[in-house]
């Protein structure tokens, strides 16, 4: 059963930095795509950044190109999202989400899947970013 547990979510200032961090169990296949996707209250939810398992191919949204960066612990299964110059409207419950496939994932296949979703998503964590 795949399980994923985010956490490192809270109040930050704007300017401000957070960690992210996402530890993923319960699914075998080398090959996987893992990533963060965010939800603002009344808003859809928005994909924000992906990464392969295999080598490392990454996607960001415009919005947090720059700012955000995601990396990820083979050893531990464990992907993080380092989040600085964080703004008010990244304000946001983030999911972290994965989709186990059995190949090598393109730079394209990891773009599309952090726009259209995974298969697997955990409970979330909120961000808040407020003077």
């Known amino acids: 059963q795949v399980q994923l547990v985010e956490s490192g979510g809270g109040l930050v200032q704007p300017g401000g930095s957070l960690r992210l961090s996402c530890a993923a169990s319960?699914?075998?296949?080398?090959?996987?795509?893992i990533g963060w996707f965010r939800q603002a209250p009344g808003k859809e939810r928005e994909g924000v950044s992906c990464?392969?398992?295999?080598?490392?191919?990454?996607y960001y949204a415009d919005s947090v190109k720059g700012r955000f960066t995601i990396s990820r612990d083979n050893a531990k299964n464990t992907v993080y999202l380092q989040m600085n110059s964080l703004k008010p409207e990244d304000t946001a419950v983030y999911y972290c989400?994965?989709?186990?496939?059995?190949?090598?994932?393109?730079?394209?296949?990891?773009?599309?899947?952090?726009?259209?979703?995974?298969?697997?998503w955990g409970k979330g964590t909120l961000v808040t970013v407020s003077s």
């Open positions: 989400a994965t989709a186990p496939v059995g190949h090598r994932l393109t730079q394209r296949e990891i773009a599309t899947m952090c726009i259209v979703g995974m298969d697997y």
């Open positions: 990464i392969s398992s295999s080598d490392g191919s990454t």
């Open positions: 319960g699914f075998t296949l080398d090959y996987y795509a």
